[in-house]
C-alpha cells in the first residue's frame, strides 16, 4: 500500500502562485510515477502532469503547460507541484496520485490517491 497527503492548498488572489506538496509513504517502490489532477465543482477530474521516477522526467497537459512544474524531493519522499500565474478557472480540489504504470494520464489507472488539498482562486 501506498499512502498520499497532500498539503499547500488554499486561498490566493489571481496571478499568484503556490506550491502543493504530496508526502508519499508505505511501498511507493510498487509504483513508476506520480501524477497530478484536479476536480472542480461538477467537471470531471483533469490531468495536470506527471513525474516518472525513472530519469525524474515530467509531462504536463497542454492546459497548463509553462506555468506548472513537477519536482520531488527524494530524502523527503516528496513530490511538489508549483502552479504560477494562478487564474480563477484553477480554483479546484488537485490530487496527487501515484500509479505502476510508466506513464499515464488516464486517472483511473492511478492506484494510489491523496485526499486532496483545496486551491481557490481570486479575481
Known amino acids: 500500500q501506498v499512502q498520499l497527503v497532500e498539503s499547500g492548498g488554499g486561498l490566493v488572489q489571481a496571478g499568484g502562485s503556490l506550491r502543493l506538496s504530496c508526502a508519499a509513504s508505505g511501498r511507493t517502490d510498487s509504483t513508476s510515477s506520480m501524477g497530478w489532477f484536479r476536480q472542480a465543482p461538477g467537471k470531471e477530474r483533469d490531468f495536470i502532469g506527471l513525474l516518472r521516477w525513472t530519469g525524474e522526467t515530467t509531462y504536463y497537459a497542454d492546459s497548463v503547460k509553462g506555468r506548472c512544474t513537477i519536482s520531488r524531493d527524494n530524502a523527503k519522499n516528496t513530490v511538489y507541484l508549483q502552479i504560477n500565474s494562478l487564474e480563477p478557472e484553477d480554483t479546484a480540489v488537485y490530487y496527487c496520485?501515484?500509479?505502476?504504470?510508466?506513464?499515464?494520464?488516464?486517472?483511473?489507472?492511478?492506484?494510489?490517491w491523496g485526499q486532496g488539498t483545496q486551491v481557490t482562486v481570486s479575481s
Open positions: 496520485a501515484a500509479s505502476s504504470y510508466h506513464s499515464t494520464t488516464n486517472p483511473r489507472r492511478y492506484e494510489y
